[in-house]
């Protein structure tokens, strides 16, 4: 029965691409486009029951916005809405202008949100029932080819009665979209992508959290434990960071809270430690050195390694005891 509709969705869709001249990605789906009301950092994230949703669908810049494009999706709407809002149009204004240039605007769905917290949304009358959108305080959540019509009712209470992070408050949002049915297809991929308030020029920096689930069963299980992994390794990088200055017991800190999220990781583990032991605390460091040793032989094979570039700051007795 599954395959049917979804044969009968495809066979529909080639017919409205023939009649209407719509050129476009099947991309149904919902999301949600927000602000941080602390930081001001943007948001937006998707699911969909369409492979890699997150590479057409979610767009952001740090400073500009964040937009999401869907239902019979314009791609242009997201490099091209990011253009107009660095020119100085807000949000309700480039979505007006871009929904009133496309020929295709009644299968179309878009949802635009500024720097400034300005959110603009829109639903084309031929979007895929169930479909809508709701527009709050600092964000938009929208969906199309629901299996019903709580679905973004839900994104939005989700949303604004979260008490976690801003990330987190954005992947309770789509929890709950799929609690109530999501997809009426099902579901496949996922995307998160949160840009910092104000750009820095620097990209890398910019975009704070950038995951995406291409194919898979459980798309939104995966990608909150992708943010888990991002967050932990958050606290690597900022390991690395105070190793570099030289600053030991920093490092011990944050290596050992990454660490502490995912205790079996032998990476983790390896630098928690290496800074033990640069700190003098050999005692242990050594259980933890026999430990990954044991379960990988490559990790004793890179010790000697680290001492030439000062990564790991012992004498050749020491050197010898970690190895024995």
């Given at each position: 029965?599954?395959?049917?509709f979804?044969?009968?969705?495809?066979?529909v869709?080639n017919?409205?691409?023939?009649?209407?001249?719509?050129?476009s990605?099947?991309t149904?789906?919902?999301?949600?486009?927000?602000?941080?009301?602390i930081?001001?950092?943007?948001?937006v994230?998707?699911?969909s029951?369409?492979?890699?949703?997150?590479?057409i669908v979610?767009?952001g810049?740090?400073?500009?916005?964040?937009?999401a494009?869907?239902?019979?999706?314009n791609p242009?709407?997201?490099?091209?809405g990011?253009?107009l809002?660095?020119?100085?149009m807000?949000?309700q204004?480039?979505?007006d202008?871009l929904?009133s240039?496309d020929?295709?605007?009644d299968?179309?769905?878009?949802?635009?949100?500024?720097?400034?917290g300005?959110?603009?949304?829109?639903t084309?009358?031929?979007?895929i029932?169930?479909?809508?959108?709701i527009?709050g305080?600092g964000y938009?959540?929208?969906?199309n080819l629901?299996?019903n019509?709580k679905v973004w009712?839900?994104m939005s209470k989700a949303?604004?009665?979260?008490k976690g992070t801003?990330a987190?408050r954005?992947?309770d949002?789509?929890?709950a979209?799929?609690?109530?049915g999501?997809?009426i297809r099902?579901?496949q991929?996922?995307?998160?992508l949160?840009?910092?308030a104000k750009?820095?020029?620097?990209?890398?920096?910019d975009r704070l959290?950038?995951l995406?689930v291409d194919d898979?069963n459980e798309p939104?299980k995966e990608?909150r434990?992708l943010y888990?992994v991002?967050q932990?390794y958050?606290?690597m990088?900022?390991?690395?960071?105070?190793?570099?200055?030289?600053d030991m017991?920093?490092?011990?800190?944050?290596?050992?809270s990454?660490?502490?999220m995912?205790p079996?990781?032998l990476?983790m583990k390896?630098?928690t430690?290496?800074?033990?032991t640069?700190?003098?605390?050999?005692?242990?460091?050594?259980p933890m050195?026999?430990?990954?040793?044991k379960?990988d032989?490559?990790w004793?094979?890179?010790?000697?390694?680290?001492?030439?570039n000062?990564?790991?700051t012992?004498?050749?007795?020491t050197l010898k005891?970690?190895?024995k």
């Amino acid at each position: 029965m599954k395959k049917i509709f979804m044969f009968l969705i495809i066979f529909v869709s080639n017919i409205f691409s023939q009649v209407y001249k719509i050129d476009s990605p099947f991309t149904h789906t919902y999301s949600i486009v927000a602000i941080d009301p602390i930081t001001g950092d943007m948001g937006v994230a998707v699911q969909s029951h369409w492979f890699s949703v997150g590479t057409i669908v979610s767009w952001g810049e740090a400073g500009v916005g964040v937009i999401a494009t869907q239902s019979f999706v314009n791609p242009s709407f997201g490099p091209h809405g990011l253009e107009l809002l660095k020119s100085g149009m807000n949000a309700q204004d480039v979505l007006d202008k871009l929904i009133s240039e496309d020929e295709g605007r009644d299968f179309r769905q878009l949802a635009i949100l500024d720097s400034k917290g300005n959110v603009a949304a829109y639903t084309g009358k031929n979007c895929i029932q169930s479909a809508g959108h709701i527009v709050g305080k600092g964000y938009s959540v929208q969906a199309n080819l629901m299996l019903n019509d709580k679905v973004w009712p839900e994104m939005s209470k989700a949303f604004e009665n979260s008490k976690g992070t801003f990330a987190e408050r954005i992947l309770d949002a789509l929890d709950a979209a799929e609690k109530v049915g999501g997809d009426i297809r099902g579901k496949q991929s996922a995307a998160l992508l949160i840009v910092k308030a104000k750009s820095t020029g620097k990209v890398w920096e910019d975009r704070l959290i950038d995951l995406r689930v291409d194919d898979s069963n459980e798309p939104l299980k995966e990608l909150r434990r992708l943010y888990k992994v991002h967050q932990a390794y958050q606290h690597m990088n900022n390991g690395d960071l105070a190793v570099e200055k030289n600053d030991m017991n920093k490092a011990m800190e944050e290596y050992s809270s990454a660490m502490k999220m995912f205790p079996n990781n032998l990476e983790m583990k390896y630098w928690t430690a290496v800074a033990l032991t640069n700190k003098g605390n050999l005692k242990d460091a050594l259980p933890m050195f026999k430990e990954i040793f044991k379960k990988d032989k490559n990790w004793k094979i890179l010790t000697p390694r680290l001492i030439p570039n000062g990564l790991l700051t012992v004498d050749e007795n020491t050197l010898k005891e970690i190895l024995k």
